[in-house]
């Protein structure tokens, strides 16, 4: 794979997560009934970090939970390597309850539905947003996110990386291309 | 002017290796090793000529079990395997206890023109272990032992009343030697393997138990019976049993003992796969046993190699551990088997691994030797060193099946010849 | 990982894997919808030639858990002695498009032979005296609930270790987690030997400090073939409230089921807070999930 572009630096990426923590307080009208949820793996600390976003201008806790989407996946009984199935601990009841999911990048659609899916098997939320930190198009399902970083137009054969201090010790968001086979 | 001329050949037999020469063969006998004209001539160079084959314990299923094996096939299997002259085991259906039943299965086999036929009878009626058959009309029936293989002779009363009886006629008594309450349901050797793979054990204790019984019964039918009694050991599996028999043997004791091409090449370690093809009475043991049979072959302990050529369905040994059926089938790949890991691959000598097909077993029957001489008879077998792996699939046997399936295997019979005639030809 | 035949090879990192992702699974029990759709698309056989209700029910809920498609068949080996083979049994459920088949014989090595057979995930749901690895992965699983670990933990089986699948795959598994593990038993219930565990006749010897004591059933038929007394075997192996105080304050019991009460165990310790047998049976459904999920998923079909 070869190095293409930035498309974020820590700085940039501190705002953005610090906006969509704004948008998210704004659209649930205040932070009562709302909880996020992190999709594995770098769903996790961007949820966390919206969370303490809100805590610092509401003073307010919002719950955060995680979820893992491996066992929601359409494609389990085709692909060629068993992924490994992670924990979903999401300690508090979702009924009633305006539900953000947090992943890092929003691509074809299809770990979202995952995790609509997941969500409605572990009770029934009264509303459910979708934030993610890049929108890099190409989607194969009708869904859109509520909450979105950046939009980033992508070649399907280029990968988007971001990288989180948490997971990989830095925050960037980098534009990758694949080589030609 | 004879039949077949075999030129440049070498000669093994009980006496040792010989030659090469020229071989000519006519009126079922060798008329010269210095050549001769011949209707037919065939090249033996790199080739060895054996005198053929005798199989102490084969298991041709006929009558009753024909399904699994009958004469034609069992004979043609035979020939192809190097065998002239074979023993029938009478654990059919019905078991074979009678003169008539030796003779109808002597007369059936005649007509195949195949290898020759020797019937053994049962030694108690149906093989019950409760009333003896009529050892001397057997033996004039044409029945060269008397046992109850396939069961185990559990009395022994009845035991010593046999081997009196057989005595009086020089009929060999053959014994299935396993303590049946000993082994219980055992499908494999009994030890760590055993308990590891969860299997039922059969001691080899069982074995050498049973074997020092049939030694004290021996040696009582000996005392008592005016006649020489012999007492045959089938198919030693154990070092243990070996032991006793070579101290009876020591001792002078009439007793003379076989063993098998898989308990002399196989061990236990071979149920690890847990395929039932190699599940076998007395079971596979451990290569110390191996080492021992062995050590018994040289020694003259051991008499025989037999090879209890015990054909199944193929559906019968894909059962399972418990339920299939203990046996090999093994008539067409026991010289070459043993040929390739005895002798080629250890140096065991050759003279004496041949004597252990032709004289050894001859001996146990009171056949005369047969020895690659002027004027003796042409039943001979014509071996080939080429390489060529064991193909179940290609079995004259109806047990198309094989443990040493794969295995490269040296000194296949290439030519097999009773009294002069070809009854088996596979020469390239 | 193709098939779950024994713990013959395995990894403690495998073993570790796959207890993690029941886990997860035992997660997903505790959930309102306790199913997910993961294998959705798979079919699972249930292959019975033993009659056995609470293996094949625990096997096929852990399927259904998972959105598979679950056929079972069942099958007295009589009717197979009537000329049926295993193998005709297989190869016409593999003929029908099965990707796993949890196979359970009361001789051992069938599993082993039908990887021979079929290109399926073969699992082992219990072979003669062989093996019964889900058992004890759901008894390892339990102790890791109880004990938090099993590095250097002292855990005692008691009874006819000779005959037991579950104690042979125990002592395959429990070695593997770094426990030490004992065998107590009448000697003609011992093997001679059984690599990963100490055998003793002497049941005090193995009680003694144990974290855990594993209880096995004791089967009429070995008192019937002569191997056992009925009453000797109560008056000095059964597990009761008074030889539990050997071992550590607490230590946990697990019975595999079903019990004999008052034969194997002591009734009222049966019912006592120590008894894990109802986590073990709870913890049996996720132990499968996960089994199902790590031989189905990534598998070439």
């Known amino acids: 794979m070869r190095f293409k572009a930035e498309l974020m630096n820590a700085e940039e990426m501190r705002r953005a997560l610090y906006r969509i923590a704004h948008e998210v307080v704004e659209a649930g009208k205040?932070?009562?009934?709302?909880?996020?949820?992190?999709?594995?793996?770098?769903?996790?600390?961007?949820?966390?970090?919206i969370a303490r976003y809100i805590r610092e201008f509401e003073g307010k806790e919002v719950p955060v939970g995680i979820l893992?989407?491996?066992?929601?996946?359409?494609?389990?009984?085709e692909i060629g390597v068993r992924p490994q199935v992670r924990q979903t601990r999401i300690p508090f009841d979702l009924t009633g309850k305006a539900v953000v999911l947090v992943d890092d990048v929003l691509y074809t659609g299809r770990t979202a539905r995952a995790a609509l899916d997941a969500l409605m098997d572990l009770g029934r939320p009264k509303r459910i947003y979708l934030a993610v930190l890049i929108d890099r198009g190409h989607r194969e399902l009708p869904i859109r996110a509520d909450f979105v970083g950046k939009n980033v137009p992508t070649a399907k054969n280029e990968v988007v990386k971001v990288k989180l201090a948490e997971v990989d010790g830095e925050d960037r968001v980098e534009l990758w291309e694949k080589e030609a086979a | 002017m004879g039949d077949i001329l075999i030129k440049n050949v070498m000669l093994v037999d009980a006496l040792g290796e010989r030659g090469p020469v020229d071989v000519l063969i006519g009126e079922g006998r060798i008329l010269s090793?210095?050549?001769?004209?011949?209707?037919?001539?065939?090249?033996?160079?790199?080739?060895?000529?054996?005198?053929?084959?005798?199989?102490?314990?084969?298991?041709?299923?006929?009558?009753?079990?024909?399904?699994?094996?009958?004469?034609?096939?069992?004979?043609r299997a035979a020939v192809?395997?190097?065998?002239?002259?074979?023993?029938?085991?009478?654990?059919?259906?019905?078991?074979?206890?009678?003169?008539?039943?030796?003779?109808?299965?002597?007369?059936?086999?005649?007509?195949?023109?195949?290898?020759?036929?020797?019937?053994?009878?049962?030694l108690t009626q149906g093989q019950e272990g409760k009333t003896l058959t009529e050892a001397g009309l057997l033996k004039e029936a044409g029945a060269p032992l008397l046992t109850d293989d396939g069961r185990t002779n559990e009395d022994a009363g009845v035991l010593a009343a046999g081997l009196l009886g057989a005595a009086a006629f020089g009929l060999p008594v053959a014994v299935h030697a396993e303590d049946a309450s000993l082994r219980r349901g055992g499908v494999m050797n009994d030890g760590p393997l055993a308990d590891l793979l969860g299997l039922p054990g059969n001691p080899p204790e069982a074995e050498a138990a049973r074997v020092a019984r049939d030694l004290e019964v021996l040696r009582y039918a000996l005392r008592r019976a005016q006649a020489r009694p012999h007492l045959h050991v089938q198919h030693l599996s154990t070092r243990r049993a070996l032991e006793l028999v070579r101290e009876a043997k020591r001792a002078g004791l009439p007793v003379t003992a076989e063993a098998t091409p898989?308990?002399?090449?196989?061990?236990?370690?071979?149920?690890?796969?847990?395929?039932?093809?190699?599940?076998?009475?007395?079971?596979?043991?451990?290569?110390?046993?191996?080492?021992?049979?062995?050590?018994?072959?040289?020694?003259?302990?051991?008499?025989?190699?037999?090879?209890?050529?015990?054909?199944?369905?193929?559906?019968?040994?894909?059962?399972?551990?418990?339920?299939?059926?203990?046996?090999?089938?093994?008539?067409?790949?026991?010289?070459?088997?043993?040929?390739?890991?005895?002798?080629?691959?250890?140096?065991?000598?050759?003279?004496?691994?041949?004597e252990l097909f032709t004289d050894g077993p001859r001996k146990v029957l009171g056949l005369p030797p047969l020895h690659l001489e002027v004027g003796a008879e042409a039943s001979l077998v014509l071996l080939d060193p080429k390489e060529r792996p064991v193909d179940p699939k290609a079995f004259a046997s109806k047990a198309r099946f094989s443990p040493w399936a794969g295995w490269v295997l040296e000194g296949w019979p290439v030519l097999t010849l009773v009294e002069g005639r070809i009854v088996h030809e596979a020469l390239e | 990982m193709k098939h779950l035949l024994d713990f013959q090879g395995w990894t403690r990192a495998e073993v570790e894997s796959l207890l993690d992702t029941a886990r997860v699974m035992a997660e997903v029990l505790e959930r309102p919808v306790k199913r997910v759709p993961a294998l959705q698309g798979f079919t699972v056989a249930t292959v019975f030639f033993e009659p056995s209700t609470r293996t094949r029910l625990s096997f096929e809920l852990a399927a259904r858990r998972m959105s598979a498609d679950v056929v079972s068949f069942a099958a007295a080996t009589s009717s197979l002695q009537k000329g049926e083979s295993y193998k005709d049994t297989l190869l016409t459920l593999e003929a029908m498009g099965v990707d796993a088949y949890v196979i359970r014989a009361d001789a051992a090595g069938v599993p082993h032979q039908a990887t021979r057979w079929v290109r399926g995930a073969v699992i082992n749901g219990g072979d003669g005296r062989r093996a019964h690895p889900t058992q004890a992965l759901l008894d390892a699983y339990t102790l890791l609930e109880a004990l938090g670990g099993l590095e250097g933990r002292k855990i005692a089986i008691v009874g006819d270790i000779?005959?037991?699948?579950?104690?042979?795959?125990?002592?395959?598994?429990?070695?593997?987690?770094?426990?030490?593990?004992?065998?107590?038993?009448?000697?003609?219930?011992?093997?001679?030997?059984?690599?990963?565990?100490?055998?003793?006749?002497?049941?005090?010897?193995?009680?003694?400090?144990?974290?855990?004591?594993?209880?096995?059933?004791?089967?009429?038929?070995?008192?019937?073939?002569?191997?056992?007394?009925?009453e000797d075997y109560i008056a000095h192996y059964q597990v009761t409230e008074a030889r539990l105080k050997k071992a550590k304050?607490?230590?946990?019991?697990?019975?595999?089921?079903?019990?004999?009460?008052?034969?194997?165990?002591?009734?009222?310790?049966?019912?006592?807070?120590?008894?894990?047998?109802n986590r073990q049976v709870h913890n049996g459904v996720a132990v499968r999930m996960a089994v199902l999920y790590h031989l189905l998923v990534g598998r070439e079909r």
């Open chain 3, 162 to 230: 000779l005959h037991s699948r579950v104690a042979r795959s125990n002592a395959e598994l429990l070695p593997l987690l770094g426990a030490e593990v004992w065998g107590a038993g009448p000697p003609a219930l011992l093997p001679q030997s059984l690599p990963g565990v100490r055998l003793t006749p002497r049941l005090d010897e193995a009680l003694a400090e144990a974290d855990a004591v594993m209880v096995l059933r004791l089967q009429k038929e070995r008192m019937e073939a002569g191997l056992v007394n009925l």
């Open chain 2, 33 to 75: 090793l210095e050549g001769g004209e011949a209707q037919r001539v065939i090249e033996g160079k790199g080739r060895f000529l054996a005198p053929g084959f005798l199989d102490l314990h084969a298991h041709l299923r006929e009558p009753g079990q024909e399904v699994k094996e009958d004469l034609a096939t069992g004979l």
């Open chain 1, 30 to 49: 205040g932070v009562e009934d709302l909880v996020l949820v992190g999709i594995h793996t770098r769903g996790i600390p961007l949820a966390e970090r």
């Open chain 2, 80 to 122: 192809r395997g190097g065998y002239t002259d074979l023993v029938s085991m009478p654990n059919t259906n019905p078991p074979v206890d009678t003169p008539e039943a030796v003779r109808a299965l002597r007369k059936k086999a005649q007509a195949l023109g195949l290898a020759r036929l020797y019937p053994a009878a049962a």
């Open chain 1, 68 to 77: 893992d989407i491996t066992l929601y996946r359409d494609d389990l009984s």
């Open chain 3, 249 to 277: 304050p607490e230590a946990p019991l697990l019975h595999p089921g079903p019990m004999n009460r008052d034969v194997e165990l002591e009734g009222t310790l049966a019912d006592s807070a120590r008894s894990l047998v």
């Open chain 2, 262 to 354: 898989h308990h002399l090449t196989l061990t236990e370690e071979a149920l690890r796969s847990f395929d039932p093809l190699f599940k076998v009475a007395p079971p596979l043991r451990t290569g110390e046993d191996v080492e021992a049979l062995i050590e018994g072959l040289l020694d003259g302990t051991l008499d025989a190699i037999a090879t209890d050529h015990a054909p199944h369905t193929q559906a019968e040994k894909e059962m399972d551990l418990l339920r299939a059926p203990f046996g090999i089938p093994s008539l067409e790949v026991a010289f070459p088997l043993l040929y390739t890991e005895l002798y080629r691959k250890r140096g065991f000598p050759l003279k004496r691994l041949v």
